[in-house]
């Protein structure tokens, strides 16, 4: 369904595995810098969405939404009355209020292709290897192939885990036979991923804002998600998240949008 997706990414990703030669021929980094490339690309969106979110920001803040929101709380308009004037607010202010939306929906088809890319790659099985080949448009990719899927300490096609800490519990306390893994990139991936809601989610001094509400539960929420596939998924995946994070949150602060305070910050201001 997503082939013309997930072949591009394939064949993109082995040529930078390719071009990188045989001294640093990891698979991690051409995820990483594919990475890069993607985000370089998605650059006009992510300003795009940032513009968004301030402009929504504002919305929160305006003397005519306020009234608006507490004219609905008290039950004054109905819903159908809210949202006409709503979007009165919104066309008199020139916010689009899908703005923010569209990077995000983005990302979902780049994600399972990226899922399917790395999956397909890292072939290893003389079945994987045989349905892989013919998809591949590069010259002399059989010479290429299996790909080294080790990078740091993890496989790139298995759900990554750090067992360092395992072998010295197990060392030190040898009855305990620690063989746990610490899931160190869905861990990285919560908190990177947690960060960069909190830079969309526009702050709000209306206690009445139920749209600020619902984006203050997905910067919750999302992170989570985002965290449970790291953990259950190839960790080729979750270096994509990670790194697709770090740097979504460099270009933040290129633009003079990195707000640390605003990162930290767990409550909204409280109204005036």
């Known amino acids: 369904m997503l082939d013309f997706i997930i072949n591009p990414f394939v064949n993109i990703l082995l040529y930078i595995y390719q071009f990188l030669g045989a001294g640093v021929n990891d698979f991690g980094w051409a995820i990483l810098i594919f990475t890069i490339l993607i985000r370089l690309a998605l650059y006009p969106l992510t300003k795009s969405q940032m513009d968004s979110a301030k402009s929504m920001q504002k919305l929160n803040e305006h003397p005519d939404y306020i009234k608006l929101q507490k004219k609905k709380k ?19 202010l020139g916010i689009n209020p899908f703005g923010s939306c569209l990077p995000t929906l983005l990302q979902f088809p780049i994600i399972i292709g990226m899922y399917w890319a790395v999956t397909k790659a890292l072939a290893t099985s003389p079945l994987q290897l045989i349905e892989l080949i013919p ?5 002399n990719a059989a010479t290429l192939l299996p790909l080294n899927s080790h990078f740091l300490w993890m496989d790139l096609s298995q759900p990554e885990r750090w067992y360092g800490l395992a072998d010295i519990i197990t060392k030190a306390l040898p009855f305990l036979n620690g063989n746990g893994g610490i899931p160190i990139l869905a861990i990285l991936v919560v908190i990177t991923s947690y960060f960069q809601s909190k830079m969309m989610t526009p702050t709000s001094s209306n206690p009445n804002d139920q749209s600020a509400a619902m984006s203050r539960m997905m910067a919750l929420y999302v992170p989570v998600l985002m965290g449970w596939i790291s953990y259950t998924y190839s960790a080729g995946l979750a270096v994509y998240f990670v790194a697709s994070n770090l740097v979504s949150l460099m270009q933040y602060g290129l633009m003079g949008k990195l707000d640390f305070s605003k990162l930290l910050r767990r409550k909204e201001p409280a109204a005036k």
């Open 74 to 92: 008290e039950g004054k308009i109905d819903q159908e009355k809210f949202a006409q004037e709503q979007m009165e607010l919104y066309r008199q």
């Open 135 to 139: 998809e591949i448009s590069l010259q």
